[in-house]
């Protein structure tokens, strides 16, 4: 059974940071590669960004690239998703998601809330 645990959303003015935890098991974190996908109001889930579990390669939706930043610790079996400079756009429930062998991640969180106040 795959586990996702997310924690770090919130209420943040624009401008702000904020940090996303995903806590995995061992097995997950080196079998799989990890990273986040989002929700906003009355919009359809998208990609935010992914991390290669062999390399380290990252991978961002245009939409983030250059404020956000996919990282991880392999002495925690935790992937981080650091958000700065965020905007009301990014305000969406976020999801941990991990193996992306399938067209969509096989397996997701439980979803953490980010909200960004203009």
């Known amino acids: 059974q795959v586990q996702l645990v997310e924690s770090g959303g919130g209420l943040v003015q624009a401008g702000g940071s904020l940090r996303l935890s995903c806590a995995a098991s061992?097995?997950?974190?080196?079998?799989?590669?990890m990273g986040w996908f989002r929700q906003a109001p009355g919009k359809e889930r998208e990609f935010v960004a992914r991390i290669n579990r062999i390399s380290g390669s990252t991978f961002y939706a245009d939409s983030v690239k250059g404020r956000f930043t996919i990282s991880r610790d392999s002495s925690k079996n935790t992937v981080y998703l650091q958000m700065n400079s965020l905007k009301p756009e990014d305000t969406a429930v976020y999801y941990c998601v991990a193996d992306f062998s399938t067209t969509s991640p096989k397996y997701w969180g439980q979803g953490t809330q980010v909200s960004v106040s203009s």
């Open positions: 061992r097995r997950t974190f080196t079998s799989m590669s």
